[in-house]
């Protein structure tokens, strides 16, 4: 993978990381879905800022994505896509101070290493 197509990934992966973040804080603004309040909450989705620059961020996301796989193998793109995971856990941790048991911790060092091997040219 050369530096530009390097780059697009990132670029993929940090808007839909973005787009995660914005969801999240549009999750918490509606608050809890049941039988009861459902119909508003799905009309209140498209009445959300948060939730809907989030879809944006979704759709941009998609976008480099479309446009990386146009230069890269699906055989590479693909699992490096599995960063996403990895910021989300983080992002999660840092933004809304959820805890990162080991296990987890152990789970985004082998997604880690796996796209590194994935990544890694001889």
Not at 26 to 33: D, M, P
Not at 63 to 75: C, D, E, F, G
Not at 91 to 115: D, K
């Amino acid at each position: 993978m050369t530096p530009p197509e390097f780059g697009l990934l990132l670029i993929s992966i940090l808007v839909s990381v973005s787009g995660q973040f914005l969801l999240k804080l549009g999750a918490l603004k509606l608050g809890r879905v049941n039988t009861g309040n459902l119909f508003s909450h799905v009309l209140g989705i498209a009445m959300t800022p948060e939730l809907i620059a989030g879809l944006v961020c979704y759709g941009l996301g998609a976008i480099a994505y479309i446009l990386l796989l146009t230069r890269v193998k699906l055989s590479v793109v693909g699992p490096s896509a599995a960063l996403i995971y990895v910021f989300s856990v983080l992002l999660g941790y840092f933004a809304f101070q959820e805890t990162i048991p080991v296990s987890r911790l152990a789970g985004l060092g082998f997604i880690i290493c796996g796209v590194m091997l994935v990544l890694w040219q001889r």
